[in-house]
């Protein structure tokens, strides 16, 4: 009777670990089931060290896309389909919506609204993405023309134009869209897709190339987004393999706190963000090391 006793304890106990890691799971990541990288596990243990050591915090929630664009195939996709405050990552919206018009006929590309461009992905200018919202008739107009057109950016939504403040909650997008946003213009799928290239080109800051190991020489489309609550990143890196051909990839990474949103700043602004930038540079390098070695490559 005892060793039955004792045997019903023991499964009890498995059991009860059973349920409580399958709930970890559950509230954890979100994942693609059709994608077997080991990458995609490799970014979400490392992302858990971080919230175990410190700087991300329980209320962080992260989302994750790396694809390929040589082989034509996504090697991460952790909670991609979660929409994020959008921040400063909306001006990439803002300007296919207004290339998309100049496409149409509808408005020109002027030399006034050159430098607005170059202002609003170049130093993020927030005066001059509210130009553009403007120029296309307001918010409204602006996300109907999205949705009406690119119905595959499924979680992107174009709803205010950016407060004096710099504090932009309202606007969404997720890593997704993001994520396919540079997979089309890659592939010069979006309407003077060349021209936007040269903006998302110019150099600016970003989390995912420099102050990382990620070499030198190689090329960066991208745009940041940071407001109290979300720091994000994505782009194109445009790497060389080992013989010397190019081997272009998406890198997407978005951190958000939505507590911090309306909340009381604990920690100063620049701390907050420095501490989440390192984050995202030191999962860019992990991505990018993996694909070069997929290529061949030492790293």
């Given at each position: 009777m005892k060793a039955y006793l004792k045997n019903i304890f023991k499964l009890s106990v498995c059991c009860g670990l059973a349920v409580l890691l399958c709930g970890t799971t559950v509230v954890g990541s979100k994942y693609d089931p059709t994608i077997d990288s080991p990458l995609e596990q490799n970014i979400d243990d490392f992302v858990k060290q971080f919230r175990r050591k410190g700087p991300l915090a329980s209320t962080d929630r992260t989302s994750f896309v790396v694809y390929d664009l040589s082989r034509g195939i996504k090697l991460v996709s952790i909670n991609e389909d979660t929409p994020r405050m959008a921040a400063s990552l909306i001006k990439n919206f803002v300007m296919l919506v207004y290339f998309h018009e100049v496409k149409q006929g509808r408005l020109a590309?002027?030399?006034?609204?050159?430098?607005?461009?170059?202002?609003?992905?170049?130093?993020?200018?927030n005066s001059s993405t509210n130009y553009f919202i403007n120029l296309v008739g307001g918010p409204y107009k602006a996300n109907r023309i999205l949705k009406a057109n690119y119905p595959y950016f499924q979680q992107t939504k174009i709803v205010e134009r950016i407060p004096s403040n710099g504090r932009t909650y309202k606007n969404k997008t997720s890593a997704h869209d993001l994520n396919k946003f540079y997979v089309q213009l890659w592939r010069d799928n979006l309407p003077h897709s060349h021209k936007m290239?040269?903006?998302?080109?110019?150099?600016?800051?970003?989390?995912?190339?420099?102050?990382?190991?990620?070499?030198?020489?190689?090329?960066?489309?991208?745009?940041?987004?940071?407001?109290?609550?979300?720091?994000?990143?994505?782009?194109?890196?445009?790497?060389?393999?080992?013989?010397?051909?190019?081997?272009?990839?998406?890198?997407?990474?978005?951190?958000?706190?939505?507590?911090?949103?309306?909340?009381?700043?604990?920690?100063?602004?620049?701390?907050?963000?420095?501490?989440?930038?390192?984050?995202?540079?030191?999962?860019?390098?992990?991505?990018y090391g993996y694909i070069y070695k997929s290529y061949g490559g030492r790293w």
């Open positions: 590309h002027t030399k006034r609204n050159r430098y607005h461009l170059e202002q609003m992905i170049k130093v993020s200018s290239k040269v903006y998302l080109g110019l150099p600016n800051g970003d989390y995912i190339y420099k102050k990382t190991r990620i070499p030198a020489s190689v090329k960066v489309y991208n745009k940041t987004g940071t407001v109290y609550g979300l720091i994000g990143d994505s782009g194109i890196i445009v790497m060389r393999d080992p013989q010397g051909k190019l081997r272009p990839y998406v890198f997407t990474g978005l951190i958000e706190d939505r507590s911090k949103a309306y909340g009381r700043r604990r920690i100063s602004f620049g701390t907050w963000v420095s501490q989440r930038a390192n984050v995202l540079r030191r999962v860019s390098e992990k991505a």
